[in-house]
């Protein structure tokens, strides 16, 4: 027995659910407005959010680096971010409030940080990319570089997706 191929959202539910996601994670988890997180990209191989560098976020005066607490929010958060793309992208006939319904079951389980090089820059870039989605748990790959492409921290989680 074969599996029929879900139908694909229409372009326009497609850009409301992306509205509605971006609105999620920038404004309504108000702890990313703190941070100010930005969606960045939606794609579903690799989503990113985007911050950039201000005073509130320096971990180390001396140096005005990025505190590692801010680091490992912003990796756990794109996990996050990446699990409900790849849902969204794996409930692909679903509409904007079904996929956003989804949402709400998702939390982290497990978060490791890997602090690489000094978090030193004006504008930081944080990606996902989803090693397994299976139905009750997502495993995560995270990166964090700078505006130039050096990777500050990487890190690994998994999610409760169901």
């Known amino acids: 027995m074969t599996a029929t191929p879900q139908t694909r959202r229409s372009s326009a539910e497609q850009q409301r659910l992306e509205s509605l996601l971006q609105e999620m994670f920038e404004h309504r988890i108000s702890f990313n407005e703190v941070l100010g997180l930005q969606v960045a990209s939606f794609a579903p191989a690799a989503p990113q959010l985007r911050f950039a560098m201000r005073p509130e976020l320096v971990g180390h005066y001396l140096y005005g680096r990025l505190h590692g607490?801010?680091?490992a929010a912003a990796l756990d958060t794109v996990g996050g971010f990446?699990?409900?793309v790849g849902i969204a992208e794996k409930f692909c006939g679903e509409t904007?409030?079904?996929v956003?319904?989804?949402f709400g079951r998702i939390g982290?389980?497990?978060l490791r940080t890997d602090f690489l090089h000094q978090g030193i820059g004006h504008e930081?870039?944080?990606t996902g990319r989803i090693v397994r989605l299976g139905g009750r748990i997502a495993s995560i790959q995270m990166t964090l570089?700078?505006?130039?492409g050096l990777l500050i921290a990487t890190g690994s989680a998994a999610y409760v997706v169901s």
Do not use: C, L, M, P
């Not at 570089?145 to 130039?148: G, H, Q, R």
């Open 69 to 71: 607490g801010v680091i």
């Open 82 to 84: 990446a699990a409900v």
């Open 96 to 98: 904007a409030e079904q």
């Open 100 to 102: 956003a319904h989804r």
């Open 108 to 110: 982290t389980i497990d």
């Open 124 to 126: 930081f870039t944080a």
């Open 145 to 148: 570089e700078n505006e130039s």
